[in-house]
Structure formats: structure tokens, C-alpha cells
């Protein structure tokens, strides 16, 4: 949806949509760097604002109901956990889900050149 409307220059609505990224899965938060800087070249500062209510309402709510501020994930240390360590087969499932099948077939059967 963020992309959709991007595309369409609707910049602020992008940015609401983009916020979104990091609430879902932490690691996305990485995409909002980009985007962020694009906005700072727009010298669009409402759509940078924009790109932080999610956290920040996802924080409230955490606060007011006595939890564990979501803002401390990206400030702890955790366990490998299920990720593990190895060589090229063992993350290339994680591969399959971050960039779909096709993606992978993209990377892994690359054309040989002509």
C-alpha cells in the first residue's frame, strides 16, 4: 500500500503505511532509513513525522498498560534463537520468505552470460 501510494506521489499516505514496517517486524525498520532520507531530500517534514506514529502509538499503548516498551527490542541483545549458524543451505529457506520464490530462483539459477 505504502509503494502504491508512493508511486502515485502521494507521499504522506506512504509514510503512514511505511510506519507500519518496523510493528509488524522489527527488522523492516531498516526500509524506513531510506525512505526517511527521501523525504529529508523533499524537505517533506510532515511525512517524516508520519513515519514514526506507529512506534509511537505501539509505545503508548505498551506504556499504559504497564507492558515492556517495544522500543527496547532494538536496544537488547537476545539468543540466535531458531536462526542458528551455518552455511548457504541452512539460511535458504529464511531467503525463500524474505524474498518469495522467485526472488530466490532470480539469485540462485543465475543466467550465465552471453
Do not use: C
Request: proline residues 5%.
Amino acid at each position: 500500500a505504502g509503494t502504491w501510494q508512493l508511486a502515485r506521489g502521494n507521499r504522506r499516505w506512504a509514510a503512514v503505511f511505511f510506519a507500519m514496517l518496523p510493528v509488524t517486524r522489527h527488522e523492516m525498520i531498516v526500509l524506513l532509513v531510506p525512505f526517511g532520507l527521501y523525504m529529508l531530500l523533499r524537505r517533506d517534514l510532515i511525512a517524516m513525522l508520519l513515519l514514526g506514529w506507529a512506534e509511537g502509538l505501539w509505545n503508548l499503548a505498551s506504556l499504559v498498560a504497564g507492558l515492556r516498551l517495544p522500543l527496547l527490542r532494538f536496544f537488547e541483545k537476545l539468543p540466535v534463537g531458531n536462526y542458528g549458524t551455518g552455511d548457504f543451505i541452512h539460511y535458504f529457506n529464511r531467503w525463500m520468505e524474505l524474498f518469495s520464490v522467485g526472488g530466490v530462483a532470480l539469485v540462485v539459477l543465475k543466467p550465465s552470460p552471453s
